[in-house]
């Protein structure tokens, strides 16, 4: 359920801890404010993968569910992994090798494939048939690499014609094969006719960015590795990019956030992602896990600090996630409730965490919402350019 809160009641709300507040953690001192807080799909475990933008993703249309009042499905990622692993190793021989290969991918992936093989859900298809209890990608991640590698580099110079049907055999025998129907709701359909059912419409996805070395309101593959496909984002300049993000939230829309995780100020097992205004150079490690127990003073992150972090690789992509709400602490901040996919015990607070507006505003790769969460002129600039 969506529950927002004009700001003129958060100071009421900041008295009402049982109700409306929450901490990051066991160990912190301070309590964070909900004024967004979205109904949002169990928290999930990608274990040992690479495979977050198919989680995040497949969690983000489960929340879309939810908005438009549908059924809770607990949808499969492993049958979107599956297709993608097929289109990136197709491309990646086309390409002579020439090309990023590897678990990783982004946000318009699981985008492809409900355009062009539909949906399955978790029951009809876990993606688990090599004798492991979790996922385990390692071994598969190791053998499809191996077997591209042979073919690009065959010496006779001359492809098969058969090794497309080994590289899908190699998933059906780690995955499991792909079924060609499904029960549900009360009858058998193909996944294309399952995801038709759910109402989930590609085209109506936008992927926005905020980089200044591509003109603002125009679209651009983001140059990070994961963009195997070279897929486009709509650029728009950062305080659009967060205004959009803030706007769609309090409009009950729940959004898919691609970010770089290495930095410092993110620390999952605390609950919270921070971008403190006095930096964490020279501290020791006690004086770095203080800086997560009491609000701290954030970053003024401005377009041209975020540009240089992402131009001298300070700024990388290696995370996809949900954000579901917006809270505020005892100073006023702002942060994002975040969805993670690392299970529900991997933390205090059920598998979620909280990012500053900071973090996000320097962090964020990509975001992926509702064309119907843009305002009005934004939306149309960004139909007219498609």
């Known amino acids: 359920m969506m529950r927002f809160l004009p700001t003129v009641f958060l100071l ?15 160990k912190a001192n301070f309590s964070l404010t ?4 979205l109904e949002a799909s169990p928290v999930q475990n ?24 549908k059924p809770a499905v607990n949808l499969s990622e492993m049958f979107v992994v599956r297709h993608v692993y097929q289109a990136k190793a197709e491309k990646f021989v086309r390409l002579h090798g020439n090309a990023n290969f590897g678990p990783g991918g982004a946000f318009h992936d699981p985008l492809f494939v409900l355009r062009t093989y539909g949906l399955l859900p978790e029951s009809a298809y876990p993606g688990n048939a090599y004798g492991e209890e979790t996922i385990k990608h390692n071994e598969l991640d190791a053998v499809t690499r191996s077997l591209v590698d042979a073919v690009v580099k065959n010496p006779n110079q001359r492809l098969s014609t058969a090794w497309k049907s080994a ?30 059912s759910l109402g989930l419409k590609a085209d109506e996805y936008v992927d926005l960015t905020s980089f200044a070395h591509h003109p603002f309101y125009s679209f651009f593959p983001v140059e990070i590795p994961d963009n195997w496909s070279w897929e ?51 501290l020791n490690r006690e004086e770095k896990e203080a800086l997560f127990l009491s609000p701290q003073d954030q970053a003024n992150i401005s377009q041209q600090a975020r540009q240089e972090a992402f131009d001298r690789y300070e700024v990388t992509d290696d995370h996809g996630m949900l954000i579901t709400g917006l809270f505020t602490d005892p100073k006023g901040t702002v942060y994002y409730k975040v969805k993670n996919s690392w299970g529900d015990k991997s933390n205090d607070c059920g598998g979620y965490f909280f990012a500053s507006e900071a973090f996000v505003r320097m962090h964020t790769i990509n975001l992926l ?8 002129d934004l939306k149309k600039q960004w139909q007219s350019r498609k």
């Open 232 to 282: 486009s984002a709509y650029n728009v300049p950062l305080d659009v990019l967060i205004g959009s993000l803030n706007q769609a939230l309090k409009n009950g829309y729940s959004v898919a956030w691609g970010a770089d995780v290495s930095d410092p100020g993110f620390n999952h097992k605390m609950g919270l992602a921070i971008k403190p205004a006095a930096g964490f150079a020279g």
């Open 34 to 37: 909900a004024g967004v807080d």
């Open 167 to 196: 590289f899908s055999g190699v998933l059906d025998a780690y995955l499991g094969p792909l079924p060609q129907t499904v029960e549900w709701q009360g009858k058998k359909q193909s996944p294309q006719g399952f995801a038709a």
């Open 369 to 376: 919402m509702h064309q119907d969460a843009l305002s009005s």
């Open 46 to 69: 990608q274990h040992q993968s690479s495979t977050c933008w198919s989680f995040s993703s497949l969690g983000f249309f489960e929340s879309e569910l939810l908005r438009m009042k």
């Open 12 to 26: 009421f709300l900041a008295g009402n801890l049982a109700a409306q507040t929450i901490k990051p953690s066991e």
